[in-house]
C-alpha cells in the first residue's frame, strides 16, 4: 500500500457517512465552466484544434478553491471531487463543435469530388446528418440544424445511459467481488481532499500564472480576436522553407500555445520525449525519404508545415496509423485474455446476489441491464428508423456492435485500468465489421448515430473515487446530467456567437486540421481498404509488440502509446511540450514543492488565458454588433 492510500484510507475512516457534495457551488461552477470559460474552449479549439478539457477543468476547481478558502468556508472532498468530474462535462462544447464539421464535412470540395457509382459524396450524405448548402455557416439558430443537433443529443443521452449502467456493474465487480487496485483513484481521492488552499504560497503562484497568461493571451489571441492584428503566429511559427532545400519534405516548427507548453510541466518526461520522438522520425526523417524515392509525388517546394502535414497523412500515412493505433491499444489487453472469462463468471455471482451497495445507492443487476439496453438498443432501433431500407445483415450487425462490443470492450478495458491505470481505447472495430459486412460504400450506415461505447471503464474508476471521498453517487450522477443540458445549451449559443463574428475555417478560426480529418473521413466511408491494409496492419502489429517488448521486459523507460501518438502529431506541439518540460526540470530546484506547484502553476495560466479569451470575445461580439447595419 503506497502512501497516498494510507492516507485516503485513513482519512476516509473519519468520515463514515456519504454525503451529497451537489451544492449551490457545484452549480455556480458549472454555470461559470459553461458560459465563461466554454468560449474561451471553443475558440481554441477553432483556432489549434485541440482540446483543452483538462486545463480548463483545473482551472475551475481550484479557482473555486481559492475563492472559498479566502471566504474562509473551504470545499468540501465531496464538493471538490464531483466538481473535478462535472466541470469538463459543463464544457461540452465537442458535440455543438461537431455540428459546424458536419456541414463543413458535407460541403467540402474533397467530399463533392468523392464519386459513388457516379453519384457525389456530398449527396448521399444524409439531411439528418448534416443539411444541404444554404451558404456559409454563421448561425445554429437555423430550423435545417434542429434535426442534426436533436439526434446527436439523443444519442448522448443513450450512450449515458449505457455508460453509467456499466460503469455501476463493473464498479461492483472490480470492488467488490474482485478487488482491484485503480492506483489513479487514490491519486484523484488525494487531490480532492487537498484542496482547502491552507498554504498561502500556492495563492500567489495561482494568481501570478494567470497574469502571465492574461499577458499572453491578450498578445496571441485578443489583438486577433478584437483588432484583427497578428503579432505572432496562430497557431505556430513555420519553418518548412528553411529547412526544404536539405530536407525536402520534411516539417518543422514551434506552437505559440502557453498550454501546450504548460503541459511538459504535468505529463512525465518520458512521455514527452516518446512523443517528440515519434513526431521526429515521421516529420523530419521519414518524409525526406518518402519524397527521394517518389512516395509523395505531389509535394513541392514552398508547401506550408500544414498543408505538407495534411497532405503527407492522407497520402501516405493513413492506413499506417490505422494499424499503429489498433496495435498499441489491443496489444495490452490481449496480454491477459483471461479477463473476459473471469469477468463473466464473476458477473454470475453479482447476479445472485441483492445488487445492493453503499446506502443502497447500487440498483438491482436487471434495472442497470435495462439502462444499458435502452443505450444500445435504442440507438439500434433509432438508426433503423432513420434507414428503413437495412438489409438484415446490417441490422444484426448493428445490434452486435452496440450491445455486444460495447460490454465486451467496456468489461476488458475496466479491468486493464483497475491493474495498469491506463485506458486504451479499441478503435475503428466499427468500421472493421462494415468492411467485412460489405456495408453500402457511402451510404447512411456510415453515419448513423450509433452508441458503441466504451465510457461504462471510465466511469469504474469514478464510481471508486466516490467510494474513497464518500461522496454519493447518485448526487455525482444528477449533477453530471444537469450540467450536461446546461453546457449543449450554452454551446449553441457560443457557436453560434463566435460564427457571428466569422465563419469556420478563417483567417479568425483556421480550424488546421479539419482539411485532414474530412480527406480521413472520405476515404474511410469510400475507400475503406486503403485504410485497413491488412498487411499493414500485421507489420505494425509486429512492430509494436516488438516495442511493447522493450516496455515491458527492460529498463528502458520507453511509452509505446506516446511513441504512436507522436508518429500523429504535427511537429510544433511536441517541440514546445518539450520545451516545457525541460523548463519544468528547471523550476523543479527552484521551487520547494515542485509536484503540487506545478498543478497551481497550469491551473493558472489556464484560469488567466480562458478569463482573457472569453473576455475578448465578448468584446468583439459587441464591436460586432455595433458594426452590424440596421
Not at 503579432?231 to 511559427?237: G, K
Not at 450522477?477 to 453560434?496: D, E, N, Y
Request: aromatic letters at 14%; glycine letters at 6%.
Amino acid at each position: 500500500m503506497t502512501n497516498i492510500e494510507a492516507d485516503v484510507i485513513t482519512n476516509s475512516s473519519d468520515d463514515s457517512l456519504y454525503q451529497s457534495g451537489f451544492t449551490w457551488r457545484i452549480w455556480l461552477a458549472i454555470i461559470y465552466s459553461a458560459f465563461i470559460l466554454q468560449p474561451a474552449a471553443i475558440y481554441l479549439y477553432f483556432v489549434t484544434n485541440n482540446w483543452f478539457i483538462g486545463a480548463v477543468l483545473n482551472t475551475t476547481i481550484v479557482l473555486f478553491a481559492v475563492l472559498a478558502k479566502m471566504a474562509d468556508n473551504p470545499l468540501s472532498k465531496q464538493e471538490v471531487f464531483i466538481m473535478m468530474n462535472v466541470t469538463s462535462t459543463a464544457l461540452g462544447m465537442e458535440m455543438i463543435v461537431a455540428v459546424v464539421f458536419n456541414y463543413y464535412l458535407r460541403h467540402h470540395d474533397i467530399t463533392g469530388s468523392a464519386l459513388i457509382n457516379g453519384i457525389s459524396l456530398t449527396e448521399l450524405i444524409p439531411d439528418w446528418f448534416a443539411p444541404e448548402y444554404f451558404g456559409p455557416l454563421r448561425s445554429l439558430f437555423n430550423p435545417v440544424f434542429f434535426i442534426p443537433i436533436g439526434l446527436l443529443i439523443i444519442t448522448s443521452l443513450l450512450s449515458k445511459a449505457a455508460d453509467l449502467s456499466l460503469g455501476l456493474i463493473f464498479n461492483y465487480l472490480y470492488t467488490k467481488v474482485e478487488v482491484l487496485p485503480f492506483p489513479t483513484a487514490y491519486v484523484d481521492a488525494a487531490a480532492a481532499k487537498s484542496l482547502t488552499w491552507e498554504n498561502q504560497r500556492h495563492l500567489q503562484i495561482f494568481s501570478m500564472s494567470a497574469i502571465i497568461a492574461s499577458i499572453i493571451g491578450v498578445v496571441i489571441y485578443a489583438f486577433p480576436l478584437v483588432l484583427k492584428l497578428t503579432f505572432i503566429p496562430i497557431p505556430w511559427f513555420d519553418f518548412n522553407e528553411s529547412i526544404e532545400a536539405f530536407l525536402p519534405g520534411a516539417s518543422l516548427g514551434i506552437a505559440t500555445d502557453i498550454l501546450a507548453f504548460a503541459t511538459g510541466f504535468i505529463l512525465p518526461f518520458n512521455v514527452v520525449v516518446c512523443i517528440l520522438l515519434g513526431s521526429i522520425f515521421v516529420n523530419l526523417i521519414m518524409n525526406p525519404i518518402l519524397v527521394a524515392n517518389g512516395l509523395l509525388p505531389r509535394w513541392s517546394p514552398g508547401m506550408s508545415l500544414l498543408d505538407t502535414y495534411n497532405y503527407t497523412q492522407l497520402e501516405f500515412y493513413l492506413p499506417w496509423t490505422v494499424g499503429l493505433v489498433i496495435s498499441a491499444s489491443l496489444i495490452p489487453i490481449l496480454k491477459d485474455p483471461r479477463i473476459f472469462g473471469k469477468t463473466i463468471r464473476d458477473l454470475r455471482k453479482l447476479s445472485k446476489g441483492k445488487g445492493e451497495d453503499i446506502e443502497g445507492e447500487m440498483p438491482r443487476l436487471s434495472v442497470l441491464i435495462g439502462f444499458f439496453l435502452l443505450g444500445t438498443l435504442g440507438s439500434s432501433f433509432l438508426v433503423v428508423f432513420l434507414i428503413p431500407d437495412l438489409p438484415m445483415r446490417l441490422i444484426l450487425l448493428i445490434i452486435i456492435l452496440t450491445v455486444g462490443w460495447s460490454f465486451l470492450s467496456t468489461l476488458a478495458l475496466a479491468y486493464a485500468f483497475g491493474i495498469t491505470a491506463n485506458l486504451p481505447g479499441i478503435p475503428y472495430f466499427k468500421e472493421s465489421l462494415f468492411i467485412a459486412a460489405d456495408a453500402p460504400l457511402g451510404g447512411e450506415i456510415w453515419f448513423a448515430p450509433l452508441v458503441i461505447t466504451q465510457g461504462g471503464a471510465g466511469w469504474v474508476a469514478t464510481f471508486k473515487v466516490a467510494d474513497l471521498t464518500k461522496t454519493k453517487r447518485m448526487s455525482l450522477i444528477k449533477a453530471h446530467f444537469i450540467a450536461s443540458f446546461i453546457a449543449w445549451g450554452a454551446g449553441i449559443f457560443w457557436v453560434t456567437a463566435l460564427l457571428s463574428i466569422s465563419e469556420v475555417p478563417s483567417v479568425i478560426y483556421p480550424v488546421p486540421f479539419w482539411n485532414l480529418d474530412v480527406g480521413k473521413v472520405v476515404t474511410l466511408v469510400t475507400n475503406p481498404q486503403v485504410v485497413f491494409n491488412p498487411l499493414i496492419v500485421g507489420i505494425t502489429f509486429i512492430i509494436v509488440l516488438i516495442l511493447y517488448g522493450f516496455e515491458w521486459g527492460t529498463a528502458i523507460p520507453i511509452s509505446v502509446i506516446s511513441l504512436v501518438v507522436g508518429t500523429t502529431t504535427a511537429i510544433p506541439y511536441p517541440i514546445l511540450t518539450f520545451l516545457g518540460a525541460l523548463f519544468a526540470r528547471v523550476l523543479k530546484t527552484r521551487m520547494s514543492d515542485w509536484e503540487s506547484d506545478r498543478a497551481v502553476i497550469l491551473a493558472g495560466l489556464g484560469a488567466g488565458l480562458g478569463i482573457t479569451i472569453s473576455l475578448a470575445t465578448f468584446l468583439s461580439l459587441i464591436l460586432n454588433t455595433i458594426a452590424l447595419p440596421f
